[in-house]
């Protein structure tokens, strides 16, 4: 699938962006694919994988029987790792030049033909030198071909955007960037070997490796995808029920246990007095489930990723109560990860993978950028939601199901890679806190291991983007300050706790 963001730079009738307009036969075979409506569907995130799965063997063999392919985009078939790499570098070259604008680039090459432009641009770049350095840097792959698995929702937009908008094929990775039907199944095909790394909650990686919830199995997390991002969505018809200490018996919905989203919410309400155990039902909800479970009513609320808190004021089933940003400024959520093993194993390939993350969320944390993305990953094959849903996510500039105004919040979600030790130590705590881990936690140790900021810093700087100078910091959470050189007295001060 990813070779298909390495089309011949010079030549005007192929598109290297790849967006919901493209007529490349790729990219027309991933539109046609019949995937399951989630939005209509109260499934439970297994059967969801499966009806996936399933749609996604109908299409193959649909495919097959007229003929058609998955690569069969001129100029896609590589005889060695060398030559796909020469030519996502020329790619990346002409991409530069041209400002990221595909269309520009190809208006030009039909006005002066792609042999002048190549001839230019040989004259002014020692292409040969510049191919030989970028190799020498990343070293020889190990692997080219990888599978990662995504949740289809915007916090997973660098890994997802990354491969239409050809951020892998830039570092010489053909990716199968795979939808996953929720957290469980990300976890799952993770530690079984099916997902080479993955998208996965930041909380994720750290309960692996301390094997709560599965098996331990040492993984780290080289890149935080995106802060802030959230939002508790409620049904319309509560309305007049604002104050969270009206909300007792209500039914709310997370992603995952080991979610920024559950440990949020309980956070939220317990500020509120209300006991997240006892006042109210927290259910374990797939993200793509969200909508239709409260236009069902099995959902007072949720506290969910978007694109689905923006789709339930599109759909008119809920309002947005309050962002997540609002609760915590700049908390994390998604990240990118994977195995120490695969990191340990294919030090070249991690390092390429790694690089490539870390360059796409530094462009989808540009907001001149926003639009462009919105309309790369809203596509059936990546979100599967409207583009002006996707949009208001990414620009900030959304209505609220309330007032009949457009908001205008920048940073209503951000992208920023540095994976703060200190942000691990929160999130430690909270699963202390209720009751997810037991004993004495090593605290800092964990957070060092799981979460490798000094080589995120590394990267950073190899891509000209600079770190923060320290790992940890403390934050302020509705008022209350977190000390991250405290851990077990700031879980001490709160009266609602299972410890």
Known sequence: MGNKSLGNPFDSDISLAHTKGCTCKTCQAEHAQVLTDYDRQALLEKQLEQQIEQDALASQHTQAAHGQTTNTQPGAAFDSSDDMMDRAIESAIVRGVFGHNDMQRRDFIRAVGGGTLAAVLGSIIPLDKVKAAVKDSIGPLEKSKLKIGFVPITCATPIIMAQPMG???????????????????????????????????????????????????????????????????????HKNKRNPKDWKGFKFGVPFDYSMHNFLLRYYVAEHGIDPDKDIQIRVVPPPEMVANLRAGNLDGYLSPDPFNQRAVYEKVGFLHTLTKDIWEGHPCCAFACSQKFATEMPNTYAALFKSIVDATHFSAKAENRAEIAKAISPKNYLNQPEVVVKQVLTGRYVDGLEKKVYDVPDRIDFDPFPWHSMAVWILTQMKRWGYVKGDIDYKGIAEQVYVASDTAKVMRDLGYEPPAKTYENYTIMGKEFDYTKPEEYINSFAIKRV
């Open 167 to 237: 951020f892998y094929a830039k570092y010489g990775l053909d990716v199968d960037v795979i939808k996953t039907a929720g957290w469980a199944v990300a976890r799952d095909k993770s530690l079984n070997g099916e997902y080479d790394a993955s998208h996965m909650l930041t909380p994720m990686p750290l309960a692996m490796s301390m094997g709560a919830g599965s098996t331990a199995t040492p993984y780290i997390m080289p890149a935080v995808e995106n802060i802030n991002g959230q939002a508790i969505v409620l049904h319309n018809k």
